[in-house]
T-cell receptor, first 112, second 116 residues
Framework: DAKTTQPTSMDCAEGRAANLPCNHS???????VYWYRQIHSQGPQYIIH???NNETNEMASLIITEDRKSSTLILPHATLRDTAVYYC?????????????FGEGTQLTVNP | NAGVMQNPRHLVRRRGQEARLRCSPM?????VYWYRQLPEEGLKFMVY????????ESGMPKERFSAEFPKEGPSILRIQQVVRGDSAAYFC??????????????FGSGTRLTVV
């Protein structure tokens, strides 16, 4: 019952922007888009979330299409430490179960 | 201002023994979530607890697994009579709210359970 679709893997050169896409064509009006990442052997780390508008914080930017059926996470200047699995998750604003459903994610490899 | 603390980081148990995994949420967080990550697989939700209450245990295996979050002390994930298939990384997350609305969950570094 995956709600999101992400590429299995992506590569990015160090210092370049990394753009990670996510499709969520069945997203509901009350569902947020969340991004987490998991660096090897560590716990998942929250990155950013949004509902309709584009969002930016110290880690990344989140661009959500107008129809909300897809989004892109942007790491503006990728470093080697950004190598991780990135998860795009949709979750209701008013939770019905409080769980996050992690898919397979995208393995981002930042190359020197 | 410690984050979510999990211990032990690594736990080795023989088949048939009991495993106890502990999770201390961030200060002020009263909601705890447990996830399991089998080798080469994604994270799977197990259970969601508030203080003294299990809210959602739909991801917990029916047998041998239990969880608690007492009024005082850490949350405990208990696995009785462990088998090799229980070998995995177990992550705990906490939040001050029922859901991840505000800023997402904060995860701990996990406990790696190895059953020999």
């Amino acid at each position: 019952d995956a709600k999101t679709t992400q590429p299995t893997s992506m590569d990015c050169a160090e210092g370049r922007a990394a753009n990670l896409p996510c499709n969520h064509s069945t997203i509901s009006g009350n569902e947020y888009v969340y991004w987490y990442r998991q660096i090897h052997s560590q716990g998942p780390q929250y990155i950013i979330h949004g509902l309709k508008n584009n969002e930016t914080n110290e880690m990344a930017s989140l661009i959500i299409t107008e129809d909300r059926k897809s989004s892109t996470l942007i790491l503006p200047h990728a470093t080697l430490r950004d190598t991780a699995v990135y998860y795009c998750i949709v979750d209701p604003k008013e939770t019905s179960g409080s769980r996050l459903t992690f898919g397979e994610g995208t393995q981002l490899t930042v190359n020197p | 201002n410690a984050g979510v603390m999990q211990n032990p980081r690594h736990l080795v148990r023989r088949r048939g023994q009991e495993a106890r995994l502990r999770c201390s949420p961030m200060k002020g967080h009263s909601h705890v979530y447990w996830y399991r990550q089998l080798p080469e697989e994604g994270l799977k939700f197990m259970v969601y607890l508030q203080k003294e209450n299990i809210i959602d245990e739909s991801g917990m295996p029916k047998e041998r697994f239990s969880a608690e979050f007492p009024k005082e002390g850490p949350s405990i994930l208990r696995i009785q009579q462990v088998v090799r298939g229980d070998s995995a990384a177990y992550f705990c997350a906490s939040s001050p709210y029922r859901g991840p609305v505000v800023a997402g969950y904060t995860f701990g570094s996990g406990t790696r359970l190895t059953v020999v």
